[in-house]
């Protein structure tokens, strides 16, 4: 009993210790939040792309350990390629690594469009300022390019069509269109992988982590249920779709394949044929400026999207674009005799038919129904009283079932690792993270409903 209050006593001076020793640092001048409520994942998309940020990081860091950044001195593919291989065959947890890794570039790719359109829609981006914003959106075109300089990497087929998009791209962009190619791609395939490595392991990293710290608020909330959740959901598609190593690039191989599914956009618009530079460059910049403005031209004290009807549409409308734009680039025409050109060709009658009856239909349908929504019917949504989603009866039921299915999987989790079924594990560790950042939830839920 005489020991307890020495032992608080020392917990105590170890926490001051710490907490002293970083008084002078960022650390200390962001205010965390460790909210005891439910937390809406829309409202906390920024937090959860810097979460994945971390996990790329650390899953990244561990993949360079094994990969071989060079194109020669490995027989008959390249030691960039066998280097992958061999991590996923060979390298312990080396496919475990690999698949969460490429998982979570594109789960933060995903999530830096969301976090996006929820900070448009919701007009949280007026009670900040223009510079989070802007930040913000430089911040989700280095995500891409950083995702595109990562599957570059592997240089087998895919890979390789996009290494040949990108410097043809680069190439064709006015006055310094060799210089940048050059800078960018290099020589040619003796030292671009070294180049795009450099760049995907600690250029474009260092410029994200510096405009990180212009972007995140200093009031930042960290929900541990949230992040168990994302982080779980994470292991577990990458256990249900596991990426294939593809096969090695080869300039006369037949075989047809598209970037990712970020890039399909771009790709569409090259295949039209049209310009490469206004198509591949200019377009998608103009895009990027579009939502750069934002905040300087919608400067009304209004927030809510029904109250913004034109910059609603408008929104929407982007969204539309996007969708027909990356379906467009998924297109092969099916008829197996044209030659490949022929079969990727966009014609760009019907995909700029497509697009301008996609703007005008989304367009004209959002504006027309927020305009004439009826105020009253408004209001009496928004004040309804509303009861409990479920009783405590219920809670405490379900909370039991999920205490049970968080044993299960944790022995499912034990005997797959035993039993060597690695996408299992991978599967039933993802599970466990998602049920215990559930019963988080839920149990937080239950201490806002009445006796």
């Known amino acids: 009993m005489t020991k307890a209050p020495g032992r608080k006593n020392l917990v105590s001076k170890l926490y001051q210790w710490i907490v002293d020793g ?135 087929q895919r890979a390789g069509l996009a290494i040949e998009i990108g410097a043809g791209l680069t190439n064709a962009s006015p006055v310094i269109g060799s210089a940048a190619r050059l800078a960018t791609f290099g020589a040619g395939f003796t030292d671009f992988v070294l180049r795009l490595y450099s760049a995907h392991v600690f250029i474009l990293p260092m410029f994200m982590l510096i405009l990180v710290f212009i972007h995140f608020p200093r009031y930042l909330v960290f929900d541990l249920p949230v992040v168990s959740t994302v982080v779980g959901g994470l292991f577990a598609i990458s256990a249900i779709f596991p990426v294939a190593i593809g096969v090695p690039y080869s300039s006369s191989n037949p075989q047809l394949t598209i970037p990712e599914w970020y890039l399909t956009g771009i790709y569409a618009l090259l295949r039209t044929e049209f310009d490469k530079f206004v198509m591949g460059g200019l377009m998608p910049a103009l895009l990027f400026l579009m939502a750069l403005v934002v905040p300087f031209v919608d400067t009304s004290k209004k927030l809510n999207w029904k109250d913004r009807p034109f910059f609603t549409a408008l929104g929407i409308t982007s969204i539309a674009q996007i969708l027909i734009t990356t379906a467009w680039g998924f297109y092969i025409n099916p008829n197996t005799s044209l030659a490949t050109l022929a079969r990727l060709f966009v014609d760009p009658v019907l995909y700029f038919s497509s697009m301008l009856g996609v703007t005008v239909l989304s367009f004209v349908l959002t504006y027309g129904f927020l305009r004439y ?78 006796f």
Not at 128 to 154: P, S
Not at 375 to 386: G, H, M, S, T
Not at 401 to 418: P, R, T
Not at 425 to 441: K, N, P
């Open 22 to 156: 970083l008084e002078r640092t960022v650390w200390i001048g962001v205010k965390y939040t460790f909210p005891k409520r439910f937390v809406s994942p829309l409202a906390y998309l920024g937090v959860l792309t810097g979460i994945t940020f971390l996990v790329l990081g650390v899953t990244g860091g561990l993949l360079m350990i094994y990969y071989q950044p060079t194109l020669a001195g490995c027989g008959s593919i390249t030691c960039a390629f066998s280097s992958i291989q061999r991590i996923n065959d060979s390298v312990p947890f080396g496919w475990l690594m690999r698949n969460i890794h490429y998982t979570a570039s594109n789960a933060m790719v995903l999530l830096a469009v969301l976090h996006m359109y929820y900070q448009y829609f919701s007009g949280r981006f007026k009670i900040k300022n223009e510079v989070l914003w802007v930040t913000g959106i430089i911040l989700g075109i280095i995500t891409g390019v950083e995702a595109f300089t990562g599957y570059d990497l592997l240089f087998n």
């Open 373 to 450: 929504l009826k105020a009253k019917e408004r209001v009496r949504r928004a004040i309804a009283p509303q009861g409990p989603l479920l009783t405590k009866k219920w809670v405490y039921i379900i909370f039991l079932l999920l205490i049970i299915a968080q044993v299960v999987v944790n022995g499912l989790a034990a005997q797959a690792v035993g039993s060597g079924l690695r996408a299992m594990a991978l599967f039933d560790v993802g599970a466990v993270l998602i049920t215990f950042g559930v019963i988080a939830h839920l149990y937080r839920y239950s201490q806002s409903l009445p």
